[in-house]
């Protein structure tokens, strides 16, 4: 079916209207061989609140943008290749049903849907444009990712020490390498991790020594991470938010 539709008409008008609806401040998405498999608008679990994004699954990318005006603008354009994408389901609890998450090399989040229907669907057509993908190209499916960050509200405190408390003078921040909230003394030190940042990013203490040390791969994450925290409360940095802390 997707190779069919590869060179179809129907295709190519559908994708000009998505690099039409993202302007000129996004990248280029028609290119022989995609075809866009579906879109919709899932709530994204961000750094200081579950956002609206809207979403679009091709055979071979993930693309997400801020809602402008739906249906017609988004911004904040952000492409993920699907080859290095894995996915967890995320167990109901709360307010946050349906989720499950988008974890990459790069960056990882939870994502939320409308229905269980809905994220069954997502879940299964992400799965099967990563696993086609990975059959075509003979490479193995990616067993690492980047921490994904815990939300600023889960955090009154460092999740380090423990007893700084976080004020509009104290700030937050994160460690880029367990995605714990941190305090500034916590996380003064800088580690370079090739995969999220060409130059040292901000790490916390105790991963700083870790790394260091060599105790800890200066490269990704586990799939079965060491670092544990409620999985239904998991985001990534905000997209609207200064992403140095």
């Given at each position: 079916m997707v190779d069919r539709l590869a060179n179809s008409e129907a295709n190519s008008k559908r994708i000009n209207v998505v690099e039409g609806c993202f302007g000129a401040a996004g990248q280029p998405l028609a290119i022989p061989g995609r075809v866009l498999i579906g879109e919709g608008v899932l709530t994204k679990m961000c750094r200081k609140k579950p956002k609206a994004r809207q979403f679009f699954l091709f055979n071979d990318i993930l693309v997400y943008?801020?809602?402008v005006i739906q249906k017609k603008k988004?911004?904040?354009q952000h492409i993920i290749p699907l080859e290095n994408v894995t996915i967890d389901s995320i167990e109901d609890e709360g307010e946050l049903r349906n989720g499950w998450l988008i974890k990459t090399p790069t960056k990882s989040f939870a994502v939320y849907a409308a229905t269980a229907t809905e994220k069954s669907e997502w879940m299964n057509h992400i799965s099967k444009c990563v696993s086609d993908l990975l059959d075509k190209s003979g490479?193995?499916?990616n067993s690492e990712h980047a921490a994904v960050w815990v939300p600023d509200s889960e955090a009154t405190v460092c999740m380090r020490c423990q007893k700084i408390k976080?004020?509009?003078?104290?700030?937050r921040h994160h460690c880029r390498k367990c995605g714990f909230v941190v305090c500034g003394p916590c996380s003064e030190k800088k580690f370079?991790?090739?995969s999220q940042s060409s130059k040292p990013v901000r790490v916390c203490e105790?991963?700083?020594?870790?790394?260091?040390s060599g105790q800890l791969s200066a490269t990704l994450l586990p799939r079965s991470d060491s670092y544990k925290f409620p999985m239904?409360?998991?985001?990534d940095d905000d997209d609207d938010d200064d992403s140095s802390d």
């Open positions: 943008g801020n809602i988004y911004n904040k490479k193995a499916p976080f004020t509009p003078v104290s700030r370079l991790l090739p105790f991963c700083y020594e870790q790394l260091s239904n409360n998991v985001s």
